[in-house]
């Protein structure tokens, strides 16, 4: 029902930048909470930072102060600035979406994940 599809992701040096993209796209009839989480090798899958429809964000501390989430309504669209990365950054980095999609004659709130992009900081 609904797909989510990450860009931006790539090798960088430590103290470099990167960007992230996701798009939804699909069936729902509208989007509340996005996120984005990684997954360092050998590690459990983290948030790094999430924001709601109206903006209100949230970090992980890892992510506070280098890493600015936002979104575009309209592009049905979550970004992920990343700034000063470090080694320590490198994962595979997935978004999330809380759509609000109908399931028969009801209307429910499903999390929906993207397929992931990798991210690796050199030292």
């Known amino acids: 029902q609904v797909q989510l599809v990450e860009s931006g992701g790539g090798l960088v040096q430590a103290g470099g930048s990167l960007r992230l993209s996701c798009t939804a796209s699909g069936r729902f009839v509208s989007i509340n909470a996005m996120g984005w989480y990684r997954q360092p090798p050998g590690k459990q899958r983290e948030l790094v930072a999430s924001i709601a429809s109206g903006n209100s964000t949230n970090y992980a501390d890892s992510a506070k102060g280098r890493f600015t989430i936002s979104r575009d309504n309209p592009k049905n669209t979550v970004y992920l600035q990343m700034n000063n990365l470090i080694p320590e950054d490198t994962a595979v980095y997935y978004c999330?979406?809380?759509?609000?999609?109908?399931?028969?004659?009801?209307?429910?709130?499903?999390?929906?994940w993207g397929q992931g992009t990798q991210v690796t900081v050199s030292s």
């Open positions: 999330n979406a809380d759509a609000r999609v109908a399931v028969l004659a009801s209307l429910v709130y499903n999390r929906y």
